[in-house]
């Protein structure tokens, strides 16, 4: 047993405690409260805050950086959208394992201790299953043409049916966008039985193909030679994309970006009121890769209001600065100072740890639960008073703990 006491420990789920403790024991929490003479303190960090391990719901580990020049404002998405394409393309032969662990290394340096990773051809997976986190893998699956999405898809099945069962990892389906994949592909992916995660609502651009065939997308897709004649959209909605399945009992859809989702849309996005544990959707707002393209403000408190549960991402270092996600929290602390830093901590735990269904063992710091922790400074010895003074402070995680275990740490 070991317990660690801190100047605040804030559950996520229930109220920040003042002077809080924590007590392990081997890779589970079993107390969370205030000082208690049963459960001495072996570690008292001081001045510090203890969070839930942070969950990742949207990233794509095998992508590196694509500059960005700020100098000429917000870029087009759909431009930068052929920019990762020629990134891929020119990637040295065999860099992308070596990529894939470094991100999941920096991941967990900034406090994380659940991904979910949308990879092509599923190749993320030795990397994440032996990392310590909480891992979704996701195939991506992607084709206008019935050609080319049966080739993906057939991949990715094939890929399914191969994937052992383990505690830590479980696989996944991402049908990419509906600008790139066609809807038999989301029907198929459905059906699969597995947890699900699209790009919806990215851009203007989406909505305008959708209703008109035409438009940049149109011209993108074309002069990548993906473009087919026959292809009609589910619907005018992206949001119609998470609806194609003909049963009731609905899969989980984690929903990445939803930047330009419309308040008539956000019923359809909190259907998990009418099934409570048949079907789960998630918005995966990722704050630096909005910004970084210049979208209207994002939605997520008027989803929030209508009952979306509204999780957080990184996306990848091809459209955001790094793969922290306490950096993104941190980043939408800044720009909406004004939203509470409850809600904000459960949109980078709980609120993810619910789509991936691993609500029950990680998300929140309570007894019973995975001891899943970050240890964050706070920032500035006046801020001691506010529990999320963490939000306001610049350092990274003093450590991260999974499973018990200290798997990174400033102090070594
Ligand atoms: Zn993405």
Known sequence: MLTIAARWVCPGTSPPIANGCVSIHADKIVRVGGDDP???V??????????PGFVNAHTHLELGPIPRDESTGPENE??????VIEARRDAPEGSTPGLIQQHIRSAIEGGTTTIADISTGGQSWDAVAASPVWGTVFAEVLGLSESRGRQTFDAATQWLATRPRLEQTRPGLSPHAPYSTAGWLYRAASEAGVPLATHLGEM?????FLTTRSGPLRRFVEGLGAWDENWTPVGPSPVDYLHVSPSDRGPDWIVAHGNIFEPGEFARLAS???QPFDRRIAVAYCPRTHARFGH????FRGMIKDGVVVCLGTDSLASSPSLS???EVRFLHRHHPDVGGDTLLKMATIHGAWALRIDDKTGSLESGKSADLAILPLAD??????PHGWLDAEAPPMATMFRGKIVASQWT
């Open 38 to 40: 049963a459960f001495p």
């Open 42 to 51: 072996d570690l008292d960090l001081g001045k510090v805050a203890i969070v």
């Open 78 to 83: 759909v431009e930068w959208l052929g920019r």
């Open 204 to 208: 203007p651009e989406e909505r305008e």
């Open 272 to 274: 998990f009121h009418d």
């Open 296 to 299: 209207p403000p994002h939605p």
């Open 325 to 327: 996600l306490l950096d």
């Open 381 to 386: 010895p006046a801020l001691e008073a506010d």
